[in-house]
């Protein structure tokens, strides 16, 4: 008894002395860092090994083993974005898992330490790896995905190829010589490629007439942006508005005349004029997981400007930019598996359960976005409902337990 009677009267000093608390604070920070960064490190690695395995089947002359490390290597940034929700969620339940196996989760109660101050140590390390996917997702996939996609560019492996780049049609008018303009049908236009400097890679534009029948087809291998000009500017009243140009190299026109004869012509250069500036159309030409926040919040504004909108650049514009409140609410789920019903089962089983619902929470990420791209529901509204539900299950598991 009188053991028992000095261990309380221990617990209740130690919980009381400030300095002892910074030392506890200190201890369980650091074992849920340790634990989060194995996690992650393992989960990343993991994949890593996977796709090598996955990319030994499309070995060949052209598509060499130094070139599918050089893939994987540009491809690992994403890998390691994509794997911190659930490497956060399976750090926290080992890291206090470890603790409550050596019963030292049980002293801390004790000692008059509650559950939301232990949850709030444990939060900690994790925005650190909040801030690790923040900067993975706007200064290093932009750049990797592009050197990725290169590599695959090259690799022609499989006949299937995906839509890319950017499409428009663009509606033609004719002038006369009394200065009337007539409509002259329309173009269709595709550029594959574009970067911020103002070069643009392959080119191809279509011209229908009034009827849609098709009249000319050119054909250019790149271009480089040559300047812009004011659109019907007067002396009075300045226009604000510009027609940006481009110069295209090695393009060849196809020209269709009546009677369904064509003839076919090179020419060493032409001119291609965009209503948009060079940083408008790096813009369109990406792909929306390929953009930084940054970018995904320009992406946005120039729709908003042209009276349209692109959901899936929507979509992962939101999905990024509330990753961190992903991150959080499955670290608290995480806590929630340890101080909650699991807490008398085994570290093993709270790791099982911890990776299913890892993977549900990705699913149902995954199956919101879907949802909001077939249906047009809000992006904003269909990703974080997930994460409000997640954080609300966590919250509620913990309640549970004061």
């Not at 790096?282 to 792909?287: V, W």
Request: with cysteine; proline share 4%.
């Amino acid at each position: 008894m009188r053991s028992l009677f000095s261990k309380s009267a221990a617990t209740e000093q130690l919980a009381k002395m400030p300095s002892n608390l910074k030392v506890l604070s200190r201890y369980v920070k650091l074992n849920a860092l340790l634990a989060i960064i194995g996690a992650v490190v393992g989960l990343w690695a993991l994949q890593l090994v996977f796709s090598y395995l996955s990319e030994l089947d499309s070995l060949d002359d052209r598509y060499t083993m130094g070139e599918a490390i050089k893939y994987i290597f540009y491809r690992s940034p994403y890998f390691l974005e994509q794997f911190i929700p659930t490497g956060a969620l399976l750090g926290a339940v080992v890291g206090l898992g470890l603790l409550a196996n050596k019963s030292e989760l049980v002293v801390m109660r004790a000692a008059g330490v509650s559950v939301y101050r232990i949850v709030s140590w444990v939060l900690q390390p994790a925005l650190i790896f909040v801030l690790l996917a923040l900067a993975i997702n706007q200064f290093v996939l932009p750049a990797s995905n592009q050197l990725a996609k290169e590599i695959n560019d090259q690799d022609s492996r499989s006949l299937v190829t995906s839509v890319r780049g950017y499409w428009t049609v663009q509606p033609r008018f004719e002038t006369s010589k009394d200065g009337d303009t007539k409509p002259d049908g329309s173009d269709i236009l595709y550029i594959d490629y574009a970067d911020v400097k103002g070069n643009i890679g392959e080119v191809k534009r279509w011209h229908l007439d009034n009827s849609g029948n098709l009249q000319t087809a050119v054909h250019a291998e790149n271009g480089q942006y040559i300047g812009r000009e004011p659109i019907d500017s007067t002396d009075s009243e300045p226009s604000e508005q510009y027609r940006y140009e481009w110069q295209l190299n090695n393009m060849t026109k196809l020209t269709i005349n009546q009677g369904f004869e064509s003839s076919q012509a090179v020419a060493p250069s032409d001119t291609l004029s965009l209503p948009f500036a060079p940083e408008s159309v790096y813009l369109l030409t990406r792909e929306a997981e390929d953009l930084s926040l940054t970018q995904l919040y320009e992406h946005r504004q120039f729709m908003r400007q042209q009276g349209t909108r692109s959901l899936s650049h929507e979509l992962a514009f939101w999905q990024k930019l509330l990753s961190p409140l992903s991150i959080l609410s499955l670290v608290i789920v995480a806590c929630s598996f340890v101080f909650g019903s699991l807490r008398t089962h085994s570290l093993g089983l709270r790791i099982v359960v911890a990776l299913l619902f890892g993977l549900l929470f990705s699913y149902v990420q995954d199956l919101v976005g879907f949802v909001s791209l077939a249906t047009g529901f809000s992006p904003l509204l269909m990703v974080i409902l997930p994460i409000i539900a997640s954080a609300i299950l966590g919250g509620y598991l913990l309640k549970r337990q004061m």
